[in-house]
């Protein structure tokens, strides 16, 4: 399910920006969503919860999330990391109950992750993960896991361990390795 259908990245591969740039931006309504979850969230186990778009551009992205969880439903999301969270934010990541988070970092230095994330600013994402690392810490919780996901691509196959190191500091659950999805 796609929560927003746009990001605010201009990644070169994404379908985002290159094929279906082209479609009306638009957000799912949180009406729509617990519609939909009424419907199916008795029979439904798992929540794939983004496509294309950036998921954390939906204002109501959180209350989606925790709606779902209510209903039993496992959730798991991807961001870029580029929306900036406050504490308030992150505390309502963290008690929406999502189960697993995925944030992609393909580079541990600014100049190589905007070779792909481009208009993305890798002190946001890492500022991003302490603040959801802090505030799981406070409230003792192991939710959201935090995977850490390295597209790799021929530009930035040798910052693959110093991204790996920058993982570990941070202190998420996964750091992990993935190849380029073609359009």
């Known amino acids: 399910m796609e929560p927003a259908n746009f990001c605010n990245l201009e990644c070169p591969l994404c379908l985002t920006t290159s094929i279906t740039g082209s479609r009306p931006r638009a957000l799912l309504p ?13 029979r439904l186990l798992l929540l794939i919860f983004w496509t294309w778009g950036e998921p954390f551009l939906n204002p ?21 990391g580029n929306v900036p969270l ?7 990541l963290v008690d929406s109950g999502l189960d697993s988070l995925v ?8 100049e190589m992750y905007e070779k792909y994330r481009r208009g993305g600013r890798l002190e ?19 939710a959201p896991r935090i995977n850490m996901r390295f597209v790799v691509m021929q530009h930035n196959e040798a910052e693959i361990e110093a991204t790996r190191n920058l ?16 359009p």
């Open 167 to 182: 993982a570990r500091e941070l202190g998420v659950d996964y750091f992990t390795l993935k190849t380029v999805d073609m």
């Open 124 to 142: 946001t994402v890492i500022e991003n993960i302490r603040t959801i690392q802090r505030v799981r810490k406070l409230k003792k919780s192991l």
């Open 60 to 80: 109501d992205f959180f209350r989606m999330v925790a709606y779902a969880k209510s209903k039993g439903v496992v959730v798991h999301t991807s961001t870029n």
């Open 30 to 42: 949180l009406q729509t969503f617990i519609n939909f979850m009424d419907e199916v969230g008795d």
């Open 86 to 92: 406050s504490r308030e934010r992150a505390e309502e």
């Open 103 to 110: 944030v992609a970092v393909d580079g541990a230095t600014q």
